[in-house]
């Protein structure tokens, strides 16, 4: 008699996966198995239009590789308040309390300035088409800015991206995941602010976030 362990490995004897409308959004372009949905079948990805978003989204990593890469020095002060500044210039960019920004991984503190990080490349032609944003930055919301002692530092609070974390692939590329971990990293260090919505969907811009 056969062993039945092996039989059921047959492809006439499998049986299908069947999955919520949920996980089977989720498992699109990851499984090759034609799973079964159990309820209504999520809309099939519009292609050109996540491709669309794919060049979009290389084109501004790309952007800000090139910006962190650049020399950051020049600040200027905006408000009464010298210590406590309520607006900050870094090249020419405004960046205040509360906004979410962008700070390059693995950068450097020399002597309290920004130092590129190793990690960004010098060639833009190297990054990886499949690279994005969370592979190079990390998120964050500027709690305030100090500029004592000198040259000054913003005091930040980190996010996670939801690809950062255990989900892995599974996470929502627009989702953010607030953390415990709050940081004083160099003025210069915050490259660009981001659009984050504090909310439970995801925003309609494939280039803006949400944090529950």
């Known amino acids: 008699?056969?062993?039945?362990?092996?039989?059921?490995?047959?492809?006439?004897?499998?049986?299908?996966?069947?999955?919520?409308?949920?996980?089977?959004?989720?498992?699109?372009?990851?499984?090759?198995?034609?799973?079964?949905?159990?309820?209504?079948?999520?809309?099939?990805?519009?292609?050109?239009?996540?491709?669309?978003?794919?060049?979009?989204?290389?084109?501004?990593?790309?952007?800000?590789?090139?910006?962190?890469?650049?020399?950051r020095k020049l600040v200027k002060r905006i408000g009464r308040d010298s210590r406590y500044p309520s607006i900050v210039e870094v090249n020419g960019d405004a960046f205040q309390n509360g906004d979410f920004v962008l700070i390059p991984k693995k950068h450097s503190n020399y002597k309290g300035y920004y130092k590129p990080s190793d990690l960004l490349p010098d060639n833009i032609e190297d990054v990886d088409s499949t690279s994005t944003i969370s592979d190079y930055f990390w998120f964050a919301q500027v709690v305030y800015c100090c500029m004592n002692p000198p040259p000054g530092h913003f005091h930040v609070h980190w996010l996670q991206h939801s690809t950062q974390t255990m989900l892995e692939e599974l996470g929502h590329p627009q989702e953010l995941f607030w953390n415990d971990i709050c940081e004083n990293v160099p003025l210069g260090a915050v490259i660009d602010k981001v659009k984050v919505y504090e909310s439970s969907k995801p925003p309609e811009n494939a280039d803006e976030y949400f944090v529950k």
Do not use: W, Y
Request: hydrophobic share 40%; charged share 25%.
């Open 1 to 71: 008699m056969r062993n039945l362990d092996i039989a059921l490995l047959d492809r006439e004897n499998a049986v299908s996966t069947h999955v919520t409308p949920l996980i089977a959004s989720l498992a699109q372009g990851l499984v090759s198995e034609e799973l079964v949905v159990v309820g209504i079948r999520p809309p099939p990805e519009n292609k050109t239009l996540k491709e669309t978003q794919r060049l979009t989204a290389h084109q501004r990593l790309c952007e800000l590789i090139f910006k962190a890469k650049g020399e």
